[in-house]
């Protein structure tokens, strides 16, 4: 069954995305949710106009965007986490400690899924970040991680 998400669902695909999932999954559990709808032609006309009007929303705040970037770009953020002795840090750093610690640090709000971290974030050191602000707008950043 070929639907249109309404909502970003993992394991599924991003929101406006067309995608192929069971019937049953479809049928049952994403329509009734409100998260999908089938992919017809009428729904497909709809999903044309709504990506249209989210990209110009988008370029609308491009400038927004990349005088963020341009705050970020090149800055180092700390993040205190509680490590061993021999450096290793407890569990790993995620997307929302980043998050947290630019809201702290420069007041800036940055959402989750824009943060892309290197895998392996397990001892303590410095990290480049790359944060996706836009298609078009990337800043990259090193996070510092320092032991508590």
């Given at each position: 069954?070929?639907i249109i998400l309404l909502k970003d669902i993992d394991?599924?695909?991003?929101?406006?995305?067309?995608?192929?999932?069971?019937?049953?999954?479809?049928?049952?559990?994403?329509?009734?949710?409100?998260?999908?709808?089938?992919?017809?032609?009428?729904?497909?006309?709809?999903?044309?106009?709504?990506?249209?009007?989210?990209?110009?929303?988008?370029?609308?705040?491009?400038?927004?965007?990349?005088?963020?970037?341009?705050?970020?770009?090149?800055?180092?953020?700390?993040?205190?986490?509680?490590?061993?002795t021999s450096g290793k840090i407890f569990g790993s750093?995620?997307?929302?400690?980043?998050?947290?610690?630019?809201?702290?640090?420069?007041?800036?709000?940055?959402?989750?899924?824009?943060?892309?971290?290197?895998?392996?974030?397990?001892?303590?050191?410095?990290?480049?970040v790359v944060l996706q602000l836009h298609k078009s707008?990337?800043?990259?950043?090193?996070?510092?991680?320092?032991?508590?």
């Open positions: 069954m070929e394991n599924v695909g991003f929101k406006h995305d067309v995608v192929t999932v069971k019937n049953g999954y479809g049928r049952n559990y994403l329509i009734p949710q409100g998260l999908a709808v089938i992919a017809n032609a009428a729904n497909n006309t709809k999903l044309e106009a709504l990506r249209a009007e989210e990209d110009a929303k988008e370029e609308a705040r491009l400038d927004e965007f990349k005088a963020q970037a341009a705050k970020f770009e090149g800055q180092t953020v700390k993040i205190g986490v509680k490590a061993g750093v995620t997307e929302v400690q980043v998050v947290n610690a630019l809201q702290e640090q420069f007041g800036e709000e940055v959402a989750r899924k824009k943060v892309q971290l290197p895998e392996s974030v397990k001892e303590v050191g410095t990290y480049p707008v990337a800043a990259n950043i090193e996070i510092e991680l320092v032991a508590e």
